[in-house]
Structure formats: C-alpha cells, structure tokens
C-alpha cells in the first residue's frame, strides 16, 4: 500500500511518509545502523501487553500513545489495513516531535495496530459486554485470523543538505486462531 495511487486523498498524502527516501539509502541505512534502539524507541502504544513485550526484549521505551481517528482512506485487504494504521499512529507521532525543535532525532518510533478476521471480514471492536460475548459465540469452534501490522520510522536530519528523510518499515504478523466448543 506503500505509495498506492488511491493514498493521494488520504492524510498522509504528500508527507515524507509516502514517498521513498529522498537522500538514498547508503547515508540513510548507515545512520540507522548505529541507533541504539533499547535507549531511543518510542513506543506509540498505551496496551500494557505490547510494552510488556517490549520490556521483555530488553527495551525500556518512552510510552506515548498516538490519538488518531481510525479510517481508512479506501477498502483494502485487513493486512493492508493495519500497516496502514500503524503507519498513521507513526505518522502522528512523529508530527507531534517534529513540532519541538529542540527534540533531537535519534529516536525509533514503534506502533502497531491488530485486527480480528473471520470470513475474510474484519471485526470490530466490541461496542459494550453483550456484543463481546456474541462475537466470542460467534467463533465457537471455528477458525479466524488475528493480524498485527506493525511500523517503524526513523527521522534522519542530513545537515550538510538541509534535510529530514524518514527512513520506513512496515510489516505483519497473520496468526491462525482456532476456538473449540467452548461455554
């Protein structure tokens, strides 16, 4: 979805978020190379499960949840979708720093949003306690899909050129979940 035609309407048209690396990869790829990325991840996640993980693996993250309005610009296919949104989170975030000029740019930062998947359709968050139960009802002994889509950037200034790239990666993680009968 990187770069997709149809991303011209949507708000990350025209950041330095769609395109491709402006300042070529040699400079870019060595700079992110030598980040330490235990002392300098943000983690723009409130869920206690992912900065639970993320301490597991040695990482003592800075904590700062990205407040954005999860739409998306046009139907895509629900692994599309949540590096879509991911990207998004990461995007605020970063809009949010780059709003402080005093802030360096030595920082990763690391969002991720999941979906639910059955029937190729994806589901929604549960709006109280009853929907909770029948959406668990309605995946009794049957299989469905659980697809993280995560996003790391990189802000990089270039100095010598006046300029910041932002150096990208998205990816996700499609995990099979079956349910048994179950009460």
Not at 135 to 156: D, E, F, Q
Request: aromatic share 6%; net charge neutral; proline share 7%.
């Amino acid at each position: 979805f990187i770069g997709h035609p149809d991303l011209a309407g949507s708000d990350l048209a025209g950041s330095d978020l769609a395109g491709s690396d402006p300042a070529g990869s040699d400079l870019a790829g060595s700079n992110l190379r030598k980040l330490n990325p235990m002392k300098n991840l943000i983690l723009a996640s409130a869920s206690p499960r992912r900065i639970e993980m993320i301490r597991n693996a040695g990482c003592d993250p800075v904590v700062m949840p990205a407040s954005i309005i999860e739409t998306l610009p046009f139907e895509m296919e629900p692994a599309n979708a949540t590096m879509f949104l991911a990207l998004k989170k990461a995007s605020a975030i970063l809009r949010q720093l780059r709003s402080d000029r005093d802030q360096p740019y030595d920082f990763v930062i690391l969002t991720a949003d999941t979906v639910v998947v059955s029937d190729g359709m994806i589901i929604g968050k549960p709006k109280d306690k009853t929907d909770a139960f029948a959406t668990l009802a309605s995946l009794r002994n049957r299989s469905h899909h659980v697809i993280t889509g995560c996003c790391m950037i990189k802000p990089l200034l270039i100095p010598e050129r006046w300029q910041t790239v932002v150096r990208k990666i998205c990816f996700y993680e499609d995990t099979e979940v079956w349910f048994g009968n179950y009460t």
